[in-house]
């Protein structure tokens, strides 16, 4: 897991939070106790939405939805194909 947290800090908090917290704009300003923080609540968010994107039931759930679109992309390949054969076969107009 690479995050750069200075990037996350510096872009994605916005100022106005950094403001009303009282905190530096930058990152390298923040004491080291609050960089800290900032490292150890993004980690465990970042776990915990990794966890939750590998739970089991939802993954179940993503193989079934992605079977079950490729059988209609594979009947829509099917009509297009007899579509094209058909005009194919019946000539210019």
Same mark, same amino acid.
């Given at each position: 897991m690479n995050i750069n947290f200075k990037q996350l800090?510096?872009?994605?908090?916005?100022?106005?939070?950094?403001? $009303?917290?009282?905190y530096p704009r930058y990152f390298g300003d923040l004491p080291h106790e609050?960089?800290?923080?900032v490292e150890?609540?993004?980690?465990?968010?970042y776990q915990r939405a990794l966890a939750d994107a590998l739970d089991p039931t939802v993954l179940e759930e993503t193989k079934e $939805?992605?079977?079950?679109m490729s059988?209609?992309?594979s009947s829509m390949a099917d009509l297009v194909e007899s579509f094209l054969a058909s005009s194919n076969n019946a000539g210019p107009n």
């Open positions: 800090y510096e872009d994605d908090i916005e100022d106005v939070t950094k403001e $009303l917290m009282k609050v960089q800290r923080f150890d609540l993004v980690s465990a968010g $939805l992605s079977r079950e059988t209609q992309l």
